[in-house]
């Protein structure tokens, strides 16, 4: 397994500027982008992800390496399609209804499309009928999140809705979500923070909480 | 013991009668319209529906006299007002537009009485030239600001009866760029663009003691705390670094801080949400007296005999009473209890005033408020019971 080690440290610490101009020459000379995604891109942002877990790096550092994750994952994405490389699931995400916070969700929107997921971002207060109209368009998981305690309960009729339907899994995150409060409203994954999500996302279906 | 000797006695670290009751002043220490409705009609009162800074969007209820006094309150407010042009502006407005404040920043409707803020007027500043060009920067000399404060803040003194709890409308640097640029913008920022980051927490800053400066000079002496503050927690660490704070907004502070207290013997009141444990010896190097809101379901804030034992000599606290699970969903028992477990916890030897962890919300039964109040009245009467 080859690890490009300047990409690693360049999407840890954030230099966006050194990862295109890296990702960019990789695509220049014809390099295995599948290996590189795989095996450099996703793990450093991943290690990005454990740190702030940790209490290692806080909220700047996590989105600025999250943003550079993002610019090479733009070059990097519509080429892998055409190569025919298919995402692991299509997921769909946003802030539920009454939230317009969106830092915390579109981190795990960035983290999710760089862990190899397709993902449909549906913006900030978002009602039932658009994460429905997410999973008619293929969302095999939905994804809600909320900072404020008194947006939460917008997650119940969401979880109320896909609840007899196995084939659709709702995972739930945010500020003051919690496990319990996942349990209650009949969630079928809980993510602690954007890390986290990711785990409980491929944990829900029926994949390894952490990719090998 | 008045109420204000009460507070005097409890911020100065020495025992008062019972533990204060702060609750009604201000935004972070207020209650929501929903729950003021609700506590007036069980208490019986009649009086208007008034917002504070005369402000509905931001929807903290201005709390009448007689509804303060069953709620046990030890304060009274003295609070500024955006200039009379940006009133009138924003009561002119259609209705459901943005509010703009005379920053130039705003919330936005998403429902009935659910204001957001997301109008942020300089998101691609990355330069001060950028800066330079903005031309709605607040003019913090308009009279109309601080044109109340001074009879406001003698009638308080004059009755003597309750400590004056003095706040500006978020003199709060952080929470201020924030406010300008989009918060994920600025955070970014102060990782690609540090040196801009500073200039315009520095420039914020400037302004902040602008306004404080016109504020204090029409209080006089006629106050006893100042609020200022800045959300720095998140749920279970900080929001930027501590080397971050130090480098960037630690200077900042103190600067403020060191501008109020030339001019005043007032205490200075420091609000900021979340886990904020690691910085609470910073807050204290640069003068910080009283520290808000203690959100206990934060971290290491949930750990309140070691912020007592670590913190507690140097710095008192106000707050402490969860907003997230115990004032909406428990019971009137489940508040009575975690409201005693708090004050015991907290309140021996003073340095410690009952209040809600941040706003009291929509969500919250006005029973509980209640409840949590009246647990004060029951269980905190010095000396403490274990």
Redesign the interface.
Same mark, same amino acid.
């Given at each position: 397994m080859t690890i490009n080690d300047e990409l690693w440290d360049a999407i840890v610490f954030?230099e966006?500027g050194l990862v295109l101009k890296i990702v960019q020459a990789a695509v220049d000379n014809d390099e295995d982008l599948v290996e590189l995604l795989n095996n450099t891109m996703i793990p450093a942002l991943r290690e990005v992800g454990d740190q702030f877990s940790a209490?290692e790096?806080?909220? $700047?550092?996590m989105?600025?390496s999250a /943003?550079a994750m993002q610019a090479a994952i733009d070059i990097v994405g519509p080429l892998l399609a055409k190569t025919g490389h298919k995402p692991i699931a299509k997921v769909c995400i946003g802030s539920v209804r009454?939230d317009?916070h969106d =830092?915390g969700k #579109?981190l795990v929107a960035i983290m999710l499309r760089g862990s190899g997921f397709e993902v449909d971002d549906l913006g900030v #207060?978002c009602r039932v009928d658009d994460f429905e109209a997410a999973v008619q368009r293929g969302a095999e998981v939905v994804c809600l999140s909320a900072l404020l *305690?008194?947006t939460r309960d917008a997650m119940r009729p969401v979880a109320d809705h896909f609840r007899d339907r196995d084939e659709v899994k709702v995972v739930v995150g945010g500020?003051?979500i919690t496990q319990e409060f996942a349990d209650v409203i009949g969630a079928d994954g809980f993510g602690f !923070?954007a890390s986290d999500a990711i785990r409980a996302v491929r944990e829900c279906l029926g994949l390894a909480g952490t990719p090998a | 013991m008045t109420p204000r000797e009460r507070v005097l006695a409890a911020i100065n670290h020495e025992e008062p009668d019972r533990v204060p009751v702060v609750i009604g002043v201000s935004n972070a220490t207020g209650i929501k319209m929903k729950p003021y409705r609700g506590i007036k009609e069980l208490i019986g009162v009649k009086a208007p529906d008034d917002y504070i800074y005369d402000w509905p969007e931001l929807g903290t209820a201005l709390i009448d006299e007689d509804t303060m006094r069953r709620l046990h309150s030890d304060v009274r407010g003295v609070l500024d007002l955006e200039p009379e042009t940006v009133r009138q502006w924003n009561k002119e407005r259609d209705p459901h537009s943005d509010y703009v404040d005379s920053w130039g920043s705003g919330q936005?409707e998403?429902?009935p009485d &659910?204001w957001?803020p #997301?109008v942020h007027p300089l998101p691609d500043a990355t330069t001060p030239a950028d800066l330079d060009a903005y031309d709605d920067w607040p003019d913090m000399s308009d009279p109309t600001r601080v044109a109340h404060v001074r009879e406001a803040a003698s009638r308080l003194a004059k009755e003597n009866q309750y400590a004056i709890l003095a706040t500006p409308w978020l003199l709060f640097p952080f929470e201020r760029a924030h406010a300008m640029q989009g918060? &994920?913008v600025f955070?970014?920022n102060?990782?690609?663009h540090p040196d801009f980051a500073r200039v315009l927490l520095q420039r914020i800053g400037d302004y902040c003691k602008q306004l404080m400066g016109y504020f204090l000079q029409e209080l006089g002496d006629n106050v006893d705390i100042i609020k200022i503050g800045d959300d720095l927690g998140?749920? /279970?660490?900080?929001? =930027? *670094?501590p080397r971050?704070y130090r480098n960037f907004l630690k200077p900042v502070h103190a600067d403020l801080i060191g501008f109020i207290k030339e001019r005043t013997s007032a205490k200075v009141f420091f609000h900021s949400d979340g886990d904020v444990a690691p910085l609470i010896d910073d807050f204290i190097e640069i003068g910080v007296d009283i520290l808000n809101p203690i959100q206990t379901n934060a971290g290491s804030m949930s750990d309140l005999a070691m912020l007592k034992k670590r913190f507690g000599n140097n710095i008192a606290f106000c707050g402490g009473i969860d907003? &997230?699970r115990v004032l $909406?969903l428990g019971s009137v028992d489940d508040v009575r209890q975690e409201v005693k477990r708090v004050m015991q916890t907290l309140g021996p030897g003073g340095g410690y005033m009952v209040g809600a962890v941040h706003t009291v919300?929509? !969500?919250v039964p006005p029973e509980n408020v209640l409840a949590m109040v009246d647990a004060v009245e029951e269980f905190g009467h010095y000396p403490l019971g274990s």
């Open positions: 954030a966006r209490g790096v806080f909220v $700047p550092e989105l600025a /943003k009454g317009l =830092i #579109n #207060n *305690s008194t500020a003051v !923070d | 936005t998403i429902g &659910d957001y #997301n918060m &994920d955070l970014l102060m990782i690609e998140t749920q /279970k660490s900080l929001m =930027i *670094s971050m907003t &997230d $909406p919300m929509n !969500d």
